[in-house]
């Protein structure tokens, strides 16, 4: 799928967070004991007294949390801040269900579509069973376009995406995209999904087995790596009819709005062609197999027992929360009535206050990081100048907006959730479709974001804590949620906030100091001379170097090379947050309060706090090997081994790990 520039940046920043919080299974009975009410500050029951801050300031800041839990095979990683967040937001969006709303209200009309995700009756199951017959019942070509139209209307998909995107040549302006639908299979998850559905064994193992060979053939055609050319082949009318004749296009652009007023692109050159090839080679139980699938994926999480069951256990980020209905529903609310939702949770329950002073603190960060640019020898003037002044203009987009996208005004039910979910989503493909033809503002929050709730508009996914940078407009979003404790409080201390806050905050604005492919305003531009990039990768080899000679769990090693981006956003975003923090407090920083806790302190610990992991060998390994970030161990102690003012903090001698010799230290940003 595009938008791989936002996926390799913000899954991979926040969404650990946010993916271990759904990722917990049943939660333990009690939650871990915090000093004040939010838990916006430092955790003094999970430090571990036994181990010395100056050996290793993870073990010492999180251990005795890693010692209590318990993990087992259904838990085998629990985070500290992932549970107390995912608490305190659970309990946060109870309280905006529990206000009494007036009647046809938005609060009520969202209201109604969470109680009828949790008081779902035989109607969404007889829907179900009507669309797969609907889709069992295609024979002819003629069948299966129409069809592929009425799914694509409920935002199915079944082979490619038409939506408004960012149009790279006209800045001002959204053009049409077409792309393919993410094209995720397991056989046995397809099959066991087919059981469900009433299909008979033999027929299912069959069906499930068509399914996986259609998926594994049109992957092989889609665009994917990191060049951003290849996502670009402007095409026509005329021309996706003659590269892909199966498909009716005439037809599929009659519904999603007329002829195109605007360019329109695919996001590969051969995939659209494989589609086709697909369409006219496979049989129709092939084909009403693939459809049936992409009706039951992209639905899981809205759909009814015993449809859902097949998605219970699968890969994290795509599993449904099946035995905790509280969380499935909000996260059904969320991408059906995302805008209603994040506005109703962000007026009511978050309020201007922690907007303000979670901008205040960017504002400081951002400028820091700026100034810091300036700096970097390393870089040319002209490469410095572009950067630093792209860093200035990032527009920061903290919690949420003052201006909302339209909402639809559709008819709810109670107690026929899946009809309800088809009606919102009715409206948003139709807002998709239409988007290509509208004018595009940077100040907007209307573009495409992917948490691991799914994909929706900025503005529609705020009540998932996340951090998205987007180079397409040179901006920065905290959403909503972000700003919730115990990751954030306005009424926690100065340094509290920015430990946890603006150390995620800083790290996602060195990956855009990074991406030197964009310029100021979101063009698609290099900013960067080859020599530029020549110098930043010696730059980077001290980061890869260090990486590469940290401690791995047994039978695995860390590859530098795979982490540095990551590593070199951690790198960045202590140093930078600390020095904000020192700007903001000035003397204050090191004065110590009765307990001997000095502000300074509390920020190296509330830092480490949010990396605290319970995690099996297994899972350790497994981050390893596919995970762009260090382990959670790394994030802490990397980083902090190379400021010297967190040794100066807690007094480290030299030889003491946490105090890396001057001579040895990385800094690139
Ligand atoms: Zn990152």
């Known amino acids: 799928m595009k938008l ?88 946060g969006l109870n309280k905006l269900f529990a206000i009494k709303a007036a009647p046809n209200s938005e609060l009520q009309r969202l209201e109604t579509f969470y109680g009828s995700c949790l008081h779902d009756s035989a109607s969404s199951a007889d829907l179900v069973k009507a669309w797969i017959g609907r889709i069992d019942a295609a024979k002819t070509s003629e069948d299966f376009q129409t069809l592929i139209r009425s799914l694509g209307a409920i935002g199915v998909d079944p ?103 605007r360019p329109i692109n695919a996001t590969s050159k051969t995939y659209l062609p494989a589609v086709s090839h697909e369409l006219t080679t496979r049989r129709p139980a092939e084909l009403r197999a693939y459809l049936r699938w992409t009706f039951l994926f992209s639905l899981r999480g809205e759909l009814p027992p015993p449809y859902n069951q097949a998605f219970g256990d699968i ?55 700026a100034n810091a640019v300036d700096e970097a020898t390393w870089l040319s003037p002209a490469a410095r100048q572009a950067t630093a002044d792209k860093l200035r203009k990032t527009d920061l987009k903290m919690g949420f907006p003052d201006q909302w996208p339209a909402v639809g005004h559709f008819p709810l039910r109670p107690n026929a959730f899946l009809e309800n979910v088809l009606q919102a989503r009715r409206y948003e493909e139709k807002r998709a479709w239409r988007r290509a033809n509208e004018p595009r503002y940077r100040k907007n929050w209307d573009m495409m974001v992917y948490p691991w709730v799914g994909i929706g508009m900025a503005a529609a996914r705020l009540t998932t804590p996340n951090a998205f940078p987007d180079p397409d407009t040179n901006s920065m979003i905290m959403t909503a949620a972000f700003l919730n404790a115990p990751l954030f409080d306005p009424t926690a201390s100065t340094e509290a906030n920015y430990g946890i806050f603006g150390a995620v905050f800083a790290h996602e604005f060195v ?58 956003a951690d790198l960045g975003a202590v140093r930078l947050t600390y020095k904000a923090l020192a700007t903001k407090l000035g003397p204050r920083l090191n004065q110590a309060d009765t307990t001997g806790m000095t502000p ?47 040794s100066d903090t807690f007094g480290c001698l030299p030889g003491a790990p946490m105090r890396r010799p001057a001579d040895q230290i990385c800094r690139v940003w």
């Open 159 to 261: 082979f490619f995406a038409y939506s408004g995107a960012p149009d790279p040549n006209d800045l001002g302006k959204y053009r049409g995209e077409i792309d393919d639908n993410g094209l995720w299979q397991d056989p046995a998850v397809v099959e066991r999904a087919f059981r469900l559905a009433g299909i008979p064994g033999a027929q299912a193992k069959a069906d499930a087995e068509a399914v996986t060979a259609i998926i594994v053939e049109l992957r092989k055609s889609r665009t994917t790596g990191d060049d951003l050319k290849a996502y670009e082949n402007p095409t026509t009318l005329a021309k996706l009819t003659a590269d892909a004749p199966a498909i009716n296009w005439r037809a599929y652009f009659a519904m999603v709005g007329a002829a195109p007023l």
């Open 4 to 91: 791989r520039v936002l996926v390799s940046t913000l899954m991979v920043c926040i969404a650990p967070l946010a993916a271990r919080a759904a990722d917990q299974g049943p939660k333990p009975t009690k939650a871990m004991p915090s000093p004040g009410t939010t838990g916006a500050d430092v955790d003094l029951s999970a430090i571990d007294p036994t181990v010395n801050i100056c050996q290793n300031f993870y073990e010492h800041a999180c251990g005795g949390f890693i010692k209590s839990v318990a993990l087992t095979p259904s838990r085998p990683e629990v985070s500290l801040m992932g549970q107390k967040s995912d608490d305190n937001l659970t309990a």
């Open 315 to 369: 890969t994290p980020p795509l599993r449904v929360a099946i035995d905790q209905p509280d969380k499935r529903c909000q996260d059904a609310t969320l991408r059906g009535m995302g805008v209603e939702f994040s506005r109703q949770y962000s007026q009511r329950i978050l309020g201007l206050r922690a907007r303000q002073i979670a901008t205040e603190i960017g504002a400081s960060i951002q400028t820091e990081i």
């Open 511 to 568: 990956h855009i100091a990074e991406e030197h492919e964009y310029d100021a305003i979101g063009r698609q531009r290099e900013i960067w001379s080859a020599a530029d990039i020549a110098s930043a990768s010696k730059q980077h080899q001290c980061v890869i170097d260090q990486a590469d000679a940290s401690p791995a769990p047994p039978g695995s090693h860390v590859s530098g090379a795979h982490n540095y981006s990551e590593n070199l």
């Open 600 to 646: 300074a302190k509390r920020f190296f610990y509330r830092y480490a706090q949010y990396y605290c992991t319970a995690a099996t060998p297994e899972t350790l390994k497994h981050l390893v090997e596919d995970d762009p970030h260090g382990l959670p161990s790394y994030r802490v102690n990397g980083p902090l081994s190379n400021l010297p003012a967190f």
